[in-house]
């Protein structure tokens, strides 16, 4: 019977969430007052829906014009091509036009640990295991804990970013395929921004 009982449990939460998503996910557009532009910067390509695909949905909800800046080809395995090509389709699917995306290969880039003047940088946030991988139930954890700006996607913007990453077919791996449907990534970016630590130390 317990086991029965915690099915049911998780169930009900699971439904809860979902709905509390789909209530809250369309206010989250009219964040980031003032910011006209948006740069994404990630690492690889895949990153932009693997991690960050509620913050963009969320800015191209909000008619922001987001560009993205992909600091590597992924050409590990000699796939460079491919995937320079999986991600401006991706990023398409997301809503991106492929004049907004940018592909370097720069291995040697590195930062002096100073924000450059007027500049406000938001990171992601990293969260335990645990949380990663409960998908949409993570939700009233991220709700409640501090954070500077919250993306939350809806069900409809969830199969748009299951569409991007399915773009991105040299890296479906079996273990991909669980974590589109378990990573909390997939749903909600909670972002804090990044302090200039000697300026802070200096006001």
Not at 101 to 114: A, E, F, N, Q
Not at 134 to 146: F, N, Q
Request: hydrophobic share 45%; with cysteine; charged share 15%.
């Amino acid at each position: 019977m317990l086991p029965v009982a915690l099915v049911a449990v998780v169930a009900v939460l699971w439904w809860l969430c979902s709905s509390w998503r789909e209530a809250v996910s369309g206010r989250i557009a009219a964040v980031l007052p003032g910011v006209r532009a948006p740069l994404l910067l990630i690492a690889h390509p895949d990153d932009e829906c693997m991690f960050f695909a509620p913050t963009i949905l969320g800015l191209v909800q909000g008619q922001r014009p987001l560009s993205v800046l992909c600091c590597c080809t992924g050409n590990y395995y000699n796939q460079g091509e491919t995937r320079k090509k999986e991600l401006f389709r991706s990023c398409a699917a997301l809503g991106i036009a492929p004049s907004n995306v940018t592909l370097i290969d720069h291995r040697s880039l590195h930062s002096s640990g100073k924000l450059p003047e007027g500049c406000a940088v938001l990171v992601l946030e990293s969260v335990s295991i645990f949380r990663k991988y409960i998908s949409v139930l993570d939700l009233p954890l991220s709700w409640l804990c501090g954070q500077d700006v919250l993306f939350i996607s809806s069900g409809r913007q969830y199969r748009q970013a299951k569409e991007a990453m399915l773009h991105h077919q040299s890296q479906l791996l079996w273990f991909r395929h669980i974590y589109l449907f378990f990573s909390r990534y997939m749903i909600i970016n909670s972002l804090h921004f990044l302090q200039d630590k000697k300026a802070e130390k200096n006001s």
